[in-house]
């Protein structure tokens, strides 16, 4: 039997395209390879959002280089960075014999020949989308899948490149999504994730046809008997509105956790950012969420050294981050992206200045994260167990409702809800005790 391994970099839809790549290789008859060196076929799923994936994509596509000049193994490059590269990635990698798109992961199979065995050598990219949804995935884990609600953006975010290669927004239907959610139940999926590059707008391009938006789809979710949990991402603040905070607080399943990316403090960059909202409506907007749901988690992103960014913009940003008191956020240098209006922009940071920037802001989440977890200890968290602790295999490890990873001692199963009595913190973890599961 032939064997394939493929490499994900990016976000959860990444992750998530990489399941239906995987089920569809699976329907063609090939096997999961443990490791790129045992495959026959080796896919790369890319992204491009920053620099930093594009360089490690280069340092993993050398060394399969190397493996396929050993032992002839077949080569596929898929996701943004392909698309994003789709005029020169055969000429910058003349060793790569498939490549395709977000959009076109259904035409892989065809591309790649029955059995992984006929590959040809060059395709063209993402002429026509469609929705890796319709395919069957390989899931890592039985009670937790993730449900694509959407596809693509139709923001305009200034230093964003994901609307350039993952196209215009498409919301799947409505039916379809619910024929998904409630399969997946009947499986004995406990918790989902909806996914969409912009995922709480779901629904807009749907009307007038069909009336409805993201609000309806989370009740319709909260309502499928299984379904204990439901998350989504990634949302963006100008969609939070007053009827999806209520479907939030309303919905049982609804975990109260909000990621609610910030990018910057200051309203001047936001604006030269396209982000559509000012620091005081997006703290307005804060405080709707928690007056709204109780015992909200908050976490976001936000980006140093866009173009223009003065330390006063800067020390904007480090009081949203301290007057919010996120509970986690993902903090990134600003990366110029060719093709986005701000990797033009006059007035690039330089790096030394980003360097420093993201140094403080680190160490300010860092210690309000952890006050925030410090603020469990002596509670009981409800936590899914996923499996043993990633640094003490004598540990449990889970998540809380909150989307707060807990270790704790005690014997439980993977997919069980239990009960954890919470005694220390991280600034990314909790530590507890089992104390009794919730149901079976
Ligand atoms: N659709 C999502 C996130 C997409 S990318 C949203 O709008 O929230 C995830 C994060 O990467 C963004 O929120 C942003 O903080 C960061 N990011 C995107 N482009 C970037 C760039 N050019 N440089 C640095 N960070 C960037
Ligand atoms: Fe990028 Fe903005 Fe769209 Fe998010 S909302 S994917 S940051 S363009
Ligand atoms: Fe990266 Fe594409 Fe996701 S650029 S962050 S894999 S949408």
Redesign the pocket.
Known sequence: MKRYHVTTFGCQMNAHDSERIKGMLEELGLGEAASQDEADVLVFNTCT?REKPDQRFAAHIAQARALKERDGKVIAVGGCYAEAQRERLFDLYPFVDVAFGPGSIAHLGEWLGAGGEAPRSSFGIGQERSFAADLAPHRERRFQAWVQVSMG?????S?????KV?GREVSRRPAEIMAEVTRLAGQGVRELTLLG??VNSWGRDLRPDLETGFAELLRACDAVPGIERIRFT?P?PKDFRPDVIAAMAESESVCEHAHL?V?SGSTRILKA???TYSRERYLRLVDELRTGISDLALTT?IIVGFPGETERDFAETLEVVEEVGYDGAFTFVYSPRSGTEAATMPNQVPEEVKRERIERLVDLVQRIAHERNQERVGGVEQVLVEGSSRTDALLQRGRTRRNTTVNFTGSAVPGELVDVQIDGATSLTLRGALRAAVAA
């Open positions: 959002i953006c139709n923001s305009v975010c230093y964003c490149i994901v609307p993952r590059q912009n990634s963006h990316p990018q950012m396209k982000r992103d």
